[in-house]
């Protein structure tokens, strides 16, 4: 048996549907798009029920075990870069805020630096 049999036999496909699944994604990775071959993609499926779900390039595979195949992980990372891109732009930087104490080289007042940005919770 040659690996590709092997591979796909441990993952419950046959050699055609997995030649044919290729095809059908242009050679390309479901989620990324980024292109992959016979050699490199991942066979991605459930890990609960063995269904097969498509093929992935070795980053997104890695990616969603990462998150252990949770749409409710998935959901919160999405929330989580959503908020930071939307106040990325809008965080104040108070630099050169004087704190009224002198530093230790006695040049005058230190400077704090504070940074205004949104609960991450709201």
């Excluded at 242009?26 to 269904?51: P, S, V």
């Excluded at 990325?88 to 009224?100: E, F, K, T």
């Excluded at 205004?116 to 709201?122: D, F």
């Amino acid at each position: 048996m040659d690996a590709l049999t092997t591979r796909c036999t441990s993952h419950g496909i046959t050699v055609e549907t997995f030649q044919q699944t290729l095809k059908d994604q242009d050679y390309r990775c479901r989620i990324c798009y980024g292109w992959i071959t016979e050699a490199t993609c991942h066979i991605d499926h459930d890990h609960e029920t063995g269904f097969f779900r498509g093929l992935l390039c070795p980053q997104c595979n890695i990616g969603l075990g990462n998150f252990h195949d949770s749409i409710e992980f998935l959901e919160r990372a999405i929330k989580y870069l959503e908020l930071s891109h939307r106040w990325q732009g809008m965080q104040v930087n108070l630099a050169q805020v004087l704190c009224g104490r002198p530093t230790t080289s006695g040049t005058g007042p230190c400077r704090i630096s504070i940074e205004i940005r949104p609960c991450p919770y709201h």
